[in-house]
């Protein structure tokens, strides 16, 4: 008898991983670390490489390039582990045939394929949706890739900037309801971590280069409070130091941003803000292909149980910023998702353990931030999901756990230890 092919030739499960950054990539590590070489492994992203996006803040403030320091190559590690990468651009998802369409990305004029899939894992991540921002183009600034991190540091360290007042906040963010449990909330900002650490780690520059001092910087946000992913009782520890003690000024209630000019900010709510830099973070929007599938919930975000496979299509998970249960959007929950469809994959094909015990998505927000002067702030929090953990401290330790996990990720590619969340959490804690 000849042996079962699968619908493009093959004798394995075919997992296509869509997207390499930091959930895609750990999954696809993860993947082939608990199915061995029990499936055939395909990763495609649009670039050969991942960027190391959460420390972009902290090397444009000390003048490094981003593009140098935290472009990581994944190609070899993906290589030792027999997984192809296919660079190419995700067009279409044909649901029912289980095909996806691409476009190769190396050269313009590339004919679009199709590659077939038993186990479809989306991570592609959002669309930052900087183009949704009048006056961004011209007279905005932001931190979340290479380009724009080095638009801002030419802006900074060439001399354009005079010592002006500075603007830093985020677009307002639209969840989907559909699939979504209670007890995750609606959030008015995608990820908004990124702000208090901008405005720390630029009060350290401004005050290093003797440009200004805190009192230059206003934050604001949509709602009251700023960061309420964190907890609002860490939230007002914050801002009781960046705006009592330090001078900072809190602009709450803003709802969403109108328009950037060459003055400042306005709002969609009340008056604007002067500013002569404006750093930004937009809307996290669903790619638009995603939106007219029929797994996506209202606004384009992948629909997931606690597993992170479509009730509809259960050979279909999401894992990251994509997936609509990713609130706030933060790589540290990739990463989580990403270990946790390793496993469902796995134990699909009898490959996990009894004594092995299945993960559930059970979201906390960590995140270190930047504070300049060799130091970063720490939170470890759970309360926005009703959680009774809300932990924030500062200090160098928590600086140099900042850039050891970087140094981790980039040793590993990807594939950090499991023990290495928990030593993270004992060691800050
Ligand atoms: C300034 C800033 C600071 C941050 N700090 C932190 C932090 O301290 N801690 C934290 O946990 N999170 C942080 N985040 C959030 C974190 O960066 C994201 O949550 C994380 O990058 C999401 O990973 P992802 O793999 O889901 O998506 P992404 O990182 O967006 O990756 C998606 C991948 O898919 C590829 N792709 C997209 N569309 C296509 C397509 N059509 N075809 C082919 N390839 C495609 C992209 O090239 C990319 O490689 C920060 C974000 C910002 C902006």
Redesign the pocket.
């Known amino acids: 008898m000849s042996e079962k092919q699968g619908k493009d030739g093959r004798a394995k499960p075919h997992v296509l991983i ?7 990539l750990t999954a696809a590590r993860f993947i082939r670390e608990k199915c061995k070489d029990n499936v055939d492994i395909t990763v ?4 050969p490489y ?1 960027i190391f ?2 420390n ?2 902290l090397e444009v403030f000390a003048n490094n390039d981003p593009a140098a320091n935290l472009h990581m190559e994944f190609y070899k590690f993906l290589k030792a582990d027999k997984s192809v990468f296919l660079q ?3 067009k279409d998802i044909d649901i029912e045939s289980k095909y996806v369409s691409m476009v190769p990305t190396e050269r313009p004029g590339a004919a679009e394929e199709m590659i077939h899939y038993d186990y479809l894992v989306i ?4 669309k930052l949706a900087y183009d949704d921002l009048p006056g961004f183009a011209e007279y905005g600034h932001a ?2 890739d290479s380009y724009y991190g080095n638009k801002l540091r030419r802006y900074l360290f060439g001399g354009q900037y005079k010592g002006g007042p500075i603007a830093v906040g985020t677009a307002r963010f639209t969840m989907g309801k559909k699939g979504r449990p209670d007890w995750i909330p609606d959030m008015t900002s995608a ?1 908004e ?2 702000p208090l650490e901008i405005s720390l780690g630029l009060t350290a520059l401004l005050e290093e280069r003797k440009w200004g001092t805190a009192k230059n910087i206003t934050l604001f946000t949509q709602g009251e409070w700023i960061a309420e992913d964190a907890g609002v009782p860490l939230v007002k520890e914050f801002l009781g130091m960046a705006v009592d003690k330090m001078g900072m000024t809190y602009k709450p209630n803003t709802y969403d941003i109108k328009e950037i000019t060459k003055d400042g900010i306005e709002f969609v709510n009340g008056p604007s803000v002067e500013a002569e830099l404006k750093i930004v ?1 937009p809307n996290w929007k669903a ?1 638009d292909f995603l939106k007219k599938l029929p797994i996506t919930d209202e606004v384009g975000f992948i629909v997931t149980d606690l597993n992170m496979r479509n009730p509809d299509y259960p050979e279909i998970m999401a ?4 997936a609509a249960i990713t609130a706030p ?4 929950i ?1 990463d989580m998702q990403a270990r946790i469809v390793a496993q469902q994959i796995a134990n699909d094909l009898g490959m996990i353990k009894p004594s092995e015990e299945m993960m559930v998505f059970n979201p906390v927000v960590m ?3 930047d504070m300049g002067h060799h130091k970063a702030f720490y939170i470890h929090s759970n309360l926005i999901y009703g959680g009774k953990t809300g932990i924030m401290k500062m200090g160098h330790k928590y600086y140099d756990m900042k850039m050891g996990f970087k140094e981790a990720y980039f040793l590993t590619g990807g594939k950090t230890p499991g023990w290495g969340v928990r030593l993270t959490e004992i060691l800050g804690d």
């Not at 869509?18 to 895609?24: C, R, Y």
């Not at 495609?44 to 670039?47: I, T």
């Not at 959007?329 to 540290?332: D, E, F, P, S």
């Open positions: 869509l997207g390499s950054n930091f959930g895609g495609v992203d649009r670039k991942l996006i959460p972009i803040p190419a651009e995700v991570a592609l991540g959002a931190v979340s990820c971590g990124p973070l790619h894992v990251g910023d994509c959007k933060l790589g540290g990739g995140c270190f931030g």
